[in-house]
């Protein structure tokens, strides 16, 4: 193809993205020449440690430590940014969208901390500023709400998009191991880092539900916005008991739109064994969204690792390229300020499970309690006998505000021994 | 929004899809608007009948019998065909076509047998035919195969993309129904058409499959080019026995790249239950993606439906309309010949039953029949005792020419009374 145009690519940072990166573009560089008329030369590629052995080629002279010497290369026509973390990121894709060069990017955190600033500027300067990485890895998703789904009215989105819980959810199930045994063999598997907090308490998650509602709802929505609960507390028990009523346990971002709020939130979740979510195994991610006239979509496929997440860089790299040959920009997403409506006004149907006093009207004492707060129970069961009793139930939708006294004033029965964590059921009503 | 850019679009039949465009674009024109500066109108409507009670609106004076004058109209931007069939079809889109109009298009039958004259037409005048309601109906799956994909290699794709006999196979299998009980069903609630043979023959999926190909794989393939097997032969005890064995039976449309050859076929086939696609109920639409680097991805929603259909079709006008104000052109297809490996040449493993005269040395005769021509017996299973038995195995990998001469040869053995209809075994090796 000797009539290809030229893209002359600045790479910053080349951990496992870019070095998968740099592979796929020698793979399937002549091939994507073929098909689009692009031919995509990786001239520069800023790494954070100079001399170290690397497991990739580059160009001879290539690689260098000095990150803006990148950016500000007049000879680059795009950048891609898979350095991850805020800084210097955020300071080196502000340099570039304001010397014109269409950026494209993997890094969640920035964007779900930055996002209307890097989308500012990028369209201040006219070019692309694209990140189909930065959420659920390989998975065409931004492209398709931002453009498929254009026309469309959204309602809901919930997304397993944080494969570190998802693996250590299946293991739980499928194994009945518990959440310490399973999360020590994630480690061992090097899908959980050694410090997992992240994936575990939900912060991973929440910077994805940050910027899933920017792109679907066009609000501004930072990670520090989501309400975010992790799954450390869910036990074994809790899972058998979540199949015997029909329902999986997964962590789910969800985000929605309500009488013009935004909510967004992420927590562990019972979702009906017959939701295309329940059956979402293993470290894999899956997006769930609900349109009022494409009715009910799924997204699934690996949301992390490097070859997938490169994929995703590179089919943004292309449409860059292609928009930059013609002069073109894709639609930037300008979120507007938005309420987003607190969790405690929130509405759920909840799973409560209570260790109790085996005594004489301990039923009626709960129910006093769940009906003092306007709690209602949808279903209810008795476990075990004699001393130490179970009560699990699952009630009606509630506001989150009452269901968080009524767990309190349940705790202070004497009868109650303790009560197990609530878990927000989905699609109960 | 007085500074958005009006877009004058005229509307090629005015069914089902038709009507629920028009009212989606009166529901969400402004919203649309607003976040892209583009504003849709509809001011031709062409229908086969005039005078007939419509249940939408349009503006006065837009219905028209005559669909000629809508694409000639030089007042009209973009030409949405969602009419069907093939003429007039064909000769209206490239009649749009040659006078520089972009059209977007639904029409799965007209692409698989016309697609290269179409996209040859689009490309020579310089303007986009969009057509991701085509395939999968509500599901965004065109764009992200030739976008977010556009930097990977695929190699299989496989698909649910009938929802008629989905919901017949989920009726048969969860209910016990036999095929005529599940279909009675499926056409007492709309889901079949009264003559059924497109649907339960594999036809409509072959046309789609058909699609698939040429855009993930930009190979030439016609509906007619598709080897197509229905569920017509599939009984509630092949369902229950492919369950027994952790299988679910899907009807899937497969295409895959092979040695630089096309294969692409549509059969029902047996998908083991943990695989994504066995998951996929009722009259739900997947389709199943394997990327080099991407790994396995799935595309999961509502395949047909007014509303659902209209919501792709209002992305791609969108997109064609941001296109045309923008003086860009979407990447078209342009398949190239390639030889498309017929049926007998493929591999699977198959899932075999043989109603047999239990006598003894049943199994030496079967055995020595599927050894004669290469096919090795992965697991067996005998079931009954008495007079009548039932062997039913599972072969590993053969090529479907073996399989249909092991077929050929069993008949004719004396010890065995009828060979079921053999089913393709997915995933197996």
Redesign the interface.
Known sequence: MTDATTIRVGLLGCGNVGA?LLQ??A??GD??AA??GLRLEVVRVAVHTLGKARPYEVAPGALTDDAEAVVRDPSIDVVVEVMGGREPARALILAALDAKKPVVTANKELLANAGPELFEAAARSGVDLLF?AAVAG???LI??LR???????LRRIMGIVNGTTNFILTRMTEKGQSFQEALAEAQALGYAERDPTADVEGLDAAAKAAIIATVAF?VQVAAGDVYAEGISAITPEDISMAQRLGYAIKLLAIVEAIDGEIAVRVHPAMVPL?H?LA???ES?N?VFVE????????????GA?G??T???V??D???AA??LR????A?LP?PVAARIRPIDELRSAFYVTLDVFDRPGVLEQVAGVTARHGVSIWKMEQLGLGEEARLVFVTHTAEERAMRATLDDLRDLEVVDRVGTPLRVVGAD
């Open positions: 998968a796929l573009i793979e399937n091939a994507v098909r689009t189909e390989g998975i065409p492209r398709p453009e498929s789904l254009a026309g469309d009215r066009g017959a295309p059956a979402v195994r894999f899956a349109g009022e006239a494409v009715g009910d979509l799924m997204f699934y496929g690996r690792g070859r997938p490169a994929s995703a590179l089919g790299l292309i449409d292609a928009n013609q002069g073109r920009v639609g300008r």
